[in-house]
């Protein structure tokens, strides 16, 4: 069973640089592409960053509203892939969710509040 569990969000100041977590556990994972995806209230589920699997040329992908802020990468031997969010702005607020694509198969984890505010 594909379990992706989410860690390190929480009620952040702006400016500050926390990083979210992503465990991965019942796949492959480094055949995966893994990217971190978020959703604000009323808003659609957006791609945030992506980063491929090893069997993929190609590096990383960002949303033009996070690129120069948010780094994503990965970690094969752990099974983990990181969201390193930097300068962060109120409307950066969102639940943050961890996907895991491979051709067919297509799995979420259960999303990470991020709240920015003073």
């Known amino acids: 069973q594909v379990q992706l569990v989410e860690s390190g969000g929480g009620l952040v100041q702006p400016g500050g640089s926390p990083r979210l977590s992503c465990a991965a556990s019942?796949?492959?994972?480094?055949?995966?592409?893994m990217s971190w995806y978020r959703q604000a209230p009323g808003k659609e589920r957006e791609l945030v960053a992506a980063i491929v699997g090893i069997t993929k040329a190609g590096g990383t992908n960002y949303a033009d509203s996070v690129k120069g802020r948010f780094t994503i990468s990965r970690d094969n031997t752990k099974k983990t892939v990181y969201l390193q969010m930097n300068s962060l702005k109120p409307e950066d607020t969102a639940v943050y969710y961890c996907?895991?694509?491979?051709?067919?198969?297509?799995?979420w984890g259960q999303g990470t509040q991020v709240t920015v505010s003073s």
């Open positions: 996907n895991a694509r491979w051709g067919a198969r297509d799995h």
């Open positions: 019942g796949l492959t994972f480094s055949w995966y592409d």
